[in-house]
């Protein structure tokens, strides 16, 4: 199966090498493709690459490490990782689905997603609120962006 992203998916999580577990805001599905062959083909699908999605926000940001994506930039569909891209334990998290999000423990926090989801990761507070900024500036600097367009 061919997965793309869309506005309703929530995140991707890795449950092996080969398996995905996608959680949409109102649907669940493993996907028999790897967490980051997602990405690149939601971001192909969408006339880019993930490499090129990465190199952008590397030029509007400066980040190298971690980087947020923007998959789809009109309905800013901008996706940011849990740990390194290529971390076997890395999850994606779609930043416009994001309700709050909580230190649970040293290294745990949890996230409420605008459905009411609630999901664990072991990720520290500091780590995933670094995550959602760097997301959050990227949006902004994508509207920003947009909005001197339209003027």
Not at 37 to 48: A, K, P, Q, R, T
Not at 68 to 84: A, H, M, N
Not at 89 to 101: F, H, P, Q, R, S
Request: glycine residues 4%; neutral net charge; hydrophobic residues 35%.
């Amino acid at each position: 199966m061919n997965y793309e992203i869309t506005y309703d998916t929530q995140m991707i999580a890795p449950i092996d090498k080969n398996k995905s577990k996608v959680i949409e805001t109102d649907a669940e599905y493993i996907i028999d493709t790897p967490v980051l062959n997602i990405l690149e083909h939601s971001c192909e699908y969408f006339g880019s690459s993930y490499e090129g999605r990465k190199e952008g926000t590397k030029k509007l940001l400066g980040i190298t490490h971690k980087s947020p994506i923007i998959v789809e930039e009109s309905r800013k569909i901008i996706f940011f990782p849990t740990s390194s891209a290529e971390n076997k334990d890395c999850i994606w998290i779609n930043l416009e689905k994001i309700d709050k999000y909580f230190k649970l423990g040293p290294k745990k926090s949890a996230i409420r997603f605008r459905n009411g989801d609630f999901l664990e990761f072991d990720v520290s507070y500091g780590s995933l609120s670094n995550q959602i900024l760097r997301a959050t500036r990227l949006k902004f600097i994508l509207e920003e962006r947009v909005l001197k367009k339209d003027n």
